[in-house]
């Protein structure tokens, strides 16, 4: 049974994107201020093809490995939000890179519309830049700081929750 309800459009004035040190709560977290053309999420696996010689095709796929990555645009070119895109952290007006003895691992959390009127909150607990990141300083054009993270496993949580949660939040 189809249910306009569950289609979500676009995001809206209350949806959010944070980043805090790893480990750091929401309340902790710094919102990284406007995107443009959204967030993505991508999820992918590699399978092991089980196959025997007495059947023609594969009788079983086996999950070998599972990655997550995020993407997302910043509409806000602060130096912040540019050492959070080559993995560096700053907190002065001034950004300089070069060292990279000390990984800084984030947790994200990304809240957005969800189905049926609710909210959709992301949490993605250990995350690291993926080193690929672009700006551009165009005449007439905005200047966006892209953004791209791989989510990894973070193996002191429960096994089943190692990459993080999704949930959907209904307003009471």
């Known amino acids: 049974m189809s249910t306009p309800t569950n289609i979500i459009v676009g995001i809206n004035a209350q949806s959010t994107l944070k980043a805090g040190a790893y480990g750091t709560t929401e309340a ?11 967030i993505s999420i991508e999820h992918q696996e590699t399978a092991y093809e089980v196959k025997v010689d007495q059947c023609l095709g594969i009788i079983d ?12 645009s910043l509409a ?6 540019i050492a959070l ?3 560096y952290s700053t907190s002065s007006t001034t950004f300089e890179f070069g060292d990279k003895s000390a990984e800084t691992y984030k ?3 990304i809240n957005v519309k ?6 959709r909150k992301y949490t993605f607990w250990k995350c690291r830049p993926s080193g690929k990141t672009s700006q551009s300083y165009k005449r007439d054009s905005e ?3 892209e953004v791209e993270f791989d989510v990894l496993c973070d193996t002191s949580k429960d096994i089943n929750k190692r990459f993080g949660k999704i949930e959907d939040i209904t307003s009471a």
Do not use: C, R, W
């Not at 902790?28 to 959204?38: E, P, S, V």
């Not at 796929?61 to 997302?72: D, G, N, P, R």
């Not at 969800?114 to 909210?119: D, E, L, Q, V, W």
């Open 61 to 72: 796929k086996i999950t070998t490995a599972e990655s997550l990555k995020i993407k997302f």
């Open 143 to 145: 200047t966006l700081v």
């Open 76 to 81: 806000e070119a602060t130096l912040a939000n």
């Open 114 to 119: 969800g189905p049926n009127g609710a909210s």
């Open 85 to 87: 895109a080559f993995g």
């Open 28 to 38: 902790n977290a710094t919102d990284l201020g406007f995107i443009k053309g959204g």
């Open 107 to 109: 947790t994200l959390y």
